[in-house]
């Protein structure tokens, strides 16, 4: 497997967020992540134009999501294990139609 990734709509709230964005490490920098990523938005975007594009994410990944124009809300330090610090993040751009 070289990469996967998905969203889901959250039950009972106009909220969708990216899920388990991943591409196998011998495969980073070829720009995989980037067409997932956008990909993901785009579906997103078109499926529910009215919803909230989420996702929590690590300080790792952080900056990737920021060039697709998400923010960070806020940071749980240690939220995702020990020395792995949550970041809540939503996009802001509408560049999707």
Not at 13 to 20: E, K, S, T
Request: hydrophobic fraction near 35%; charge should be positive; charged fraction near 20%.
């Amino acid at each position: 497997m070289v990469a996967c990734g998905g969203y889901y709509v959250v039950a009972n709230q106009p909220i969708v967020r990216l899920a388990w964005g991943m591409v196998h490490s011998r495969m980073h920098s070829l720009g995989i992540g980037s067409h997932l990523t956008h990909a993901r938005l785009e579906e997103c975007s078109k499926l529910y134009p009215e919803y909230s594009i989420r996702i929590d994410t690590s300080q790792h990944t952080a900056p990737f999501y920021k060039k697709f124009g998400f923010e960070i809300e806020c940071i749980e330090e240690n939220g995702l294990g020990k020395g792995l610090h949550k970041f809540e993040m939503v996009h802001k751009q509408k560049i999707f139609s």
